[in-house]
Structures are given as structure tokens and as C-alpha cells.
Nanobody
Framework: QVQLVESGGGLVQAGGSLRLSCAAS????????MGWFCQAPGKEREFVAA????????QYADSVKGRFTISRDNDKNTVYLHMNNLHLEDTAVYYC???????????????WGQGTQVTVPS
């Protein structure tokens, strides 16, 4: 079993940047493809980005293409979400999750973190 802990969220003005981190323990992250999701108040959880176990492939939601970058450092057992040019509508709780490395792009995610809040005030 793997435990995931997200960090790096906060309050940032529109147009600003944040870097979210997802640190894993219990198993090595190179065993998994990884994804980031977000959930805004009153909305369902949505896909944001995914990265293959090696870092060689990535996938993004249309709403974040060109603004967000997913990366990973398997030596540090950590996955990142670099968020640039943040918009008001990016306000949400952001979660990381694991997916089996045998399938790309990922479909089913198994382990989830508790999330980190990102707020872009109006």
C-alpha cells in the first residue's frame, strides 16, 4: 500500500504560480503512473494531468494545457504539478493519485492523497 501526501497549496492571485508536491511513502512511486485531479466546491472531481511511471509521457486536461506541467522525481518519490497563470476557476482542492503502470493513459486510480487547497481570489 502507498500513502500520498500533497502539499504546496495556498492563496495566490490570478496570474500567479504555485508548485504542488505529492510525496509518497510505503512503496516506490516508480511502480505507478500518477495523476492530479481537482475538485471545486459543488463540483465533481476532475482530471487535471497524468504522467507515466518513467516520466516519458504526460497528459493534460484542455483547461490547463500550456499553463500546468506535471513532473516527477522517482528518486525523491515525489510528483509535482507546476501551475502557472492561475485563473479564478482553478480554485479547488487538488489531489494526487496512483494508477497501475501497465496501462497508458491511466484509467483507474487506486490510492489517493488527502488533497491540498488552491485558492485564486476574485
Amino acid at each position: 500500500q502507498v500513502q500520498l501526501v500533497e502539499s504546496g497549496g495556498g492563496l495566490v492571485q490570478a496570474g500567479g504560480s504555485l508548485r504542488l508536491s505529492c510525496a509518497a511513502s510505503g512503496r516506490t512511486l516508480s511502480s505507478y503512473n500518477m495523476g492530479w485531479f481537482c475538485q471545486a466546491p459543488g463540483k465533481e472531481r476532475e482530471f487535471v494531468a497524468a504522467i507515466s511511471w518513467s516520466g516519458g509521457a504526460t497528459q493534460y486536461a484542455d483547461s490547463v494545457k500550456g499553463r500546468f506541467t506535471i513532473s516527477r522525481d522517482n528518486d525523491k518519490n515525489t510528483v509535482y504539478l507546476h501551475m502557472n497563470n492561475l485563473h479564478l476557476e482553478d480554485t479547488a482542492v487538488y489531489y494526487c493519485a496512483t494508477a497501475p503502470r501497465v496501462r497508458w493513459p491511466p484509467v483507474l486510480y487506486a490510492y489517493w492523497g488527502q488533497g491540498t487547497q488552491v485558492t485564486v481570489p476574485s
